[in-house]
């Protein structure tokens, strides 16, 4: 029972009670490569002695600009097994705001797959403390790049090593690994998990109302591994056992579909933006999921246009959750409890648009402007302040200052809560629109767009009104070919929302901006559309 809760235990379980089972990955070479647990547990080992060598210490940050693959599995385990931190920086940030990151990490190593090497070449001159970096990589493809300084083969430096390493054993308490958020305003700051945080998160993550995630499964984790450890999977697959399948860079729909089925996928994750590839793919070729049976969908709100697509034409159950990038970051996920499952089709549905109920291990309230608890009535929208074992108390090096309120941590998210406990994200703070003083939810209007069969993407933010500070304004991506107008789409919200949420202008945009982790860049359209005049102003 004293027994630290260390991440080398799920490296170790994987070895002895599943050698055999498999990761097969596509690399960014674009073959697909494959091994077993057992061979990858030999190769975490000489990769801890390589760090070694490289002068890692305890406590050390170890940086990663990678795939989805099974190089970047190797680092999760032997960075954060030895005691280092492992830092996954995200490679679809901007150079400068890398360079500031790895910066304020203060990376050590930096190790990378071949596709980033010209991020590599622009950020090597101008980070601080990063004293080598490591190519993801055999010898016969090293790059000749005398841009970098200090560049290292990942095979090279594996195969000097022996496969024996004793996996050190310390408090549980100790940091393993490290992820910024992507802030709209203002610098990134870090999450630091610890082992503790992460084997919790990661027993909570497997479970059967939450991922559900078992020895039968193969999984192909589409959310990136550079942004909150790929919501876990990496570890929930050693430690139930699961098949893992990494799609490397290519997350385009159709060789993603290919994957899946020459693999047998069971089961993925990711952001709605993915699966609208994915499914348009799927539509235009007349394709099916032979093996895929469901699929985790969060990081944004996901529309049940598309839930009702992968549930009623592909047979596939999707599984609505919530979580950020400071709870490490899963806290909802939504399952029906039995007496829901009996429903019509629609109300089903209306219960799985939620964002769903707390997993064991994350406590959610709502609050009002002066922090007053808000009933759990389904109505009431509020703050979400959640709290327990795998949710951060303070940004990395103190950033910020206090961020708990009386032991809570403030979501920046606005939600209900229904009698069932099921909870609802109706906006994110900064993006409520505020029409006469009372809040419209722009991501139930965003629902009701995508419902559009013109509609590719929507999103609503707010335009200044003279009288009611506030108007709802809908941005609207067309599918392409599709012919849709503006009073169409007005007269589409008739009867599905309170007639004075019905937004009072349509434009139509070629895209809309996306961030680093595929959400929609509301505050870039908000400062498009900040001139914006509303008819009738
Ligand atoms: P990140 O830290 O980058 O993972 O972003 C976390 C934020 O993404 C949350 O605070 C929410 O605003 C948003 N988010 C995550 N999952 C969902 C979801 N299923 N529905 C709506 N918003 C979501």
């Known amino acids: 029972m004293q027994q630290p809760l260390l991440i080398s235990s799920l490296l170790r379980h994987a070895e002895r009670h599943h050698p055999e089972q498999q990761i097969v990955s596509r690399r960014v070479e674009g073959d697909i490569h494959r091994y077993t647990f057992r061979d990858m547990a030999g190769r975490v080992r000489q990769l801890a002695n390589a760090l070694n060598v490289l002068g890692i210490h305890h406590g050390d940050r170890v940086a990663t600009l990678a795939w989805n693959g099974y190089r970047h599995m190797e680092l999760y385990y032997a960075v954060s097994g030895s005691g280092a931190v492992l830092h996954t920086l995200n490679p679809r940030l901007h150079p400068d705001q890398v360079v500031w990151i790895a910066d304020h990490a203060e990376d050590e190593v930096l190790f990378f797959d071949l596709t980033f090497l010209p991020l590599i070449e622009a950020i090597a001159p101008r980070v601080k403390t990063i004293k080598a970096f490591v190519a993801l990589t055999d010898r016969s493809r090293m790059p000749a790049s005398s841009a970098v300084p200090n560049l290292l083969c990942y095979e090279d430096l594996l195969d000097r090593q022996p496969?024996?390493?004793?996996?050190?054993?310390?408090?549980?308490?100790?940091?393993?690994?490290?992820?910024?958020?992507?802030?709209?305003?203002?610098?990134?700051?870090?999450?630091?998990?610890?082992?503790?945080?992460?084997?919790?998160?990661?027993?909570?993550?497997?479970?059967?109302?939450?991922?559900?995630?078992?020895?039968?499964?193969?999984?192909?984790?589409?959310?990136?591994?550079?942004?909150?450890?790929?919501?876990?999977?990496?570890?929930?697959?050693?430690?139930?056992?699961?098949?893992?399948?990494?799609?490397?860079?290519?997350?385009?729909?159709?060789?993603?579909?290919?994957?899946?089925?020459?693999?047998?996928?069971?089961?993925?994750?990711?952001?709605?933006?993915?699966?609208?590839?994915?499914?348009?793919?799927?539509?235009?070729?007349?394709?099916?999921?032979?093996?895929?049976?469901r699929t985790v969908i969060g990081g944004s709100a996901c529309p049940p246009a598309m839930m009702a697509t992968f549930q009623d034409r592909y047979d596939v159950a999707v599984l609505h959750a919530w979580g950020m990038t400071e709870i490490s970051p899963l806290g909802t996920v939504c399952t029906l409890k039995p007496q829901q499952q009996g429903l019509p089709a629609a109300q089903r549905l209306a219960i799985q648009a939620k964002q769903g109920r707390a997993v064991y291990g994350v406590d959610l309230k709502i609050v009002d402007d002066e922090g007053r608890e808000l009933p759990h009535d389904g109505k009431a929208a509020g703050e979400l302040m959640v709290r327990g074992p795998w949710i951060i108390s303070q940004y990395f090096k103190g950033d910020g200052g206090q961020v708990l309120v009386d032991g809570w941590f403030p979501t920046g998210d606005v939600a209900t809560i229904d009698p069932e406990g099921f909870m609802q994200i109706t906006d994110r703070s900064k993006d409520v629109i505020k029409s006469g003083g009372e809040w419209i939810g722009s991501i139930d209007l965003e629902n009701i767009a995508m419902a559009h069969p013109a509609v590719a993407m929507a999103a609503c933010i707010a335009a200044p009104h003279p009288k009611w500070d506030e108007r709802p304004l809908l941005v609207v991506v067309k599918k392409p070919g599709a012919q849709v107008s503006r009073t169409d789409l007005i007269s589409f919200y008739e009867g599905r929302i309170a007639k004075w949420w019905t937004p009072d202008d349509v434009v139509f945009v070629d895209a809309i901006p996306l961030g680093a982790t595929g959400k929609m860049q509301k505050n870039k359209l908000r400062e498009q559309f900040r001139e914006h005049r509303l008819p009738g102003i």
């Open 163 to 293: 496969d024996h390493f004793d996996w050190p054993t310390f408090d549980e308490n100790t940091a393993s690994s490290l992820c910024y958020t992507s802030g709209t305003t203002g610098h990134p700051k870090g999450a630091l998990y610890s082992h503790r945080s992460t084997m919790l998160h990661t027993y909570a993550v497997a479970l059967p109302d939450a991922m559900n995630v078992s020895a039968r499964d193969v999984i192909l984790p589409v959310v990136p591994m550079f942004h909150v450890n790929a919501w876990g999977l990496p570890y929930a697959a050693c430690m139930t056992g699961a098949r893992l399948v990494f799609p490397g860079p290519f997350l385009d729909g159709k060789n993603l579909h290919e994957l899946f089925e020459a693999e047998g996928v069971t089961m993925s994750a990711g952001v709605p933006t993915v699966w609208q590839g994915l499914l348009a793919h799927v539509e235009a070729n007349n394709l099916k999921f032979s093996t895929m049976r």
